[in-house]
């Protein structure tokens, strides 16, 4: 990881996943599947809005939904111990 990155993250970034589900231009009945993937801030997401933006904008697919997941890669360990073993052959 970059510094760069690693100052991100200090400031508030946090790794963000958009599954972007859109109707095919040539094709309107059906459904493709794109995966957008960067650093944002929660809970606004500047950044996807501006690629949204731009999508809306210069693309011909016109947007269908939008599934938003985003993680907090800076953050403190969580540790559960279970009371079994498993083994694996």
Known sequence: MA??????????????????????PDHPALLQSYIWQDYDLHPRFPKLKDFLAFWTAKLDGK????????????????VHLIGAEFTVH
């Open 3 to 24: 510094n760069s990155e690693l100052a991100a993250l200090m400031k508030g970034y946090s790794l963000t996943t958009a599954e972007i589900l859109y109707h095919l």
């Open 63 to 78: 947007l269908y939904k939008v599934t938003i997941a985003h993680h907090n890669l800076i953050a403190p360990a969580e």
